[in-house]
């Protein structure tokens, strides 16, 4: 996609992210949320990311198309090297490179951090119905993830099962002396998102 600039979000632009996500909410089993946040609600979200992860919006013509983001994988100390990500892009605009692009950033901002795995959480459809296909595991096939685990009919939505997998994705060596991950805001440079 010619003209996307990625950019940190901020808790301001919750109404934007919304409008990108609450489809997904509405229409389909990627997310397994059934209400769309109030702006508020998706505000705090962001505001909490932003403290320790990178939140990233991608922007074309001046308007939010998708948004990337890093939270803990676990919260035991142990697993601090490790996150879950997570990215939506504008339906009609989905095959353009914009989650692409997305998804490239943020690895970068997590790899200045000192982050070694990346974890994504994906719902995915026994069979590809109306309401979710295979496209988000096809994504991250893509972008170097390999499928760990499956989960079987563990979300309900829609009046359907459907199963939930787990994609990971190595990104720094793990050493017996490894450093502590640093929060975004200390490693955060404009160039990370280039």
């Not at 609450?22 to 990311?49: H, I, N």
């Not at 959480?121 to 590809?128: D, L, S, V």
């Not at 109306?130 to 096939?141: E, G, I, K, Q």
Request: with cysteine; hydrophobic share 40%.
């Amino acid at each position: 996609m010619t003209n996307l600039t990625i950019r940190p979000a901020a808790p301001g632009d919750a109404a934007a992210l919304l409008a990108v996500y609450a489809p997904y909410v509405d229409k389909t089993a990627v997310t397994f949320e059934y209400g769309v946040p109030s702006p508020a609600e998706f505000a705090g979200r962001v505001a909490r990311t932003l403290e320790r992860y990178p939140y990233l919006a991608a922007e074309a013509a001046g308007e939010i198309i998708g948004y990337a983001y890093a939270g803990p994988f676990k919260e035991r100390a142990a697993y601090g090297w490790a996150v879950e990500t997570t990215v939506y892009v504008r339906e009609d605009l989905k095959r353009r490179g914009a989650g692409r692009a997305l998804y490239e950033a943020l690895e970068r901002c997590l790899a200045a951090q000192g982050v070694l795995n990346l974890n994504a959480c994906i719902a995915c459809p026994e069979r590809e119905d109306a309401y979710l296909t295979w496209d988000s595991v096809n994504f991250h096939s893509c972008m170097g993830y390999r499928l760990v685990g499956e989960f079987r009919q563990c979300g309900y939505k829609f009046g359907r099962w459907y199963n939930m997998v787990w994609m990971e994705k190595h990104i720094g060596p793990h050493r017996p002396d490894q450093p502590p991950v640093r929060p975004f805001p200390e490693v955060f440079r404009p160039e990370l998102l280039r």
